[in-house]
């Protein structure tokens, strides 16, 4: 495996780690930041594989989606978890009063452990 890749997929574990630690003590904003960020680095852990990456988060998503979504190597449902994972995050970190659930952070976390699962799957 990749330096790069191995680097990013670790980074990544972190980041849900971090999820989890800030899931159970109730920050459930911050949870949701760490869990979008678990995803969003093990996607560029996928794009190592490739030797391709992006200074924006729009141009990750936007080729995961064309190349990794839209061609089957990941299922569609991966697409609905990014975009939602993107979505709230960016709610939480620069909406006033928005107010995140403790149900709604776990599900977040629960998608983002899902997804770091199978993109490991995949570099491996």
Known sequence: MD???KYRLDDAKERLISANVLLEKGLYKDSVGRSYYAIFTAIR??????EVDFSKHA???AYFQR???KTGIFDKKYSKYLQQAFQIRNS???DDFFIIS???AEEQYHRAEEFFK?????IA
Request: proline share 0%; charged share 35%; with cysteine.
């Open 102 to 104: 403790k149900r709604d």
């Open 67 to 69: 190349e990794f979504i």
């Open 92 to 94: 939480c970190d620069y």
């Open 118 to 122: 199978v993109v490991k799957e995949y």
């Open 45 to 50: 852990a996928v794009l190592a594989t490739r």
């Open 3 to 5: 330096d790069l890749v």
């Open 59 to 61: 141009g990750v998503i």
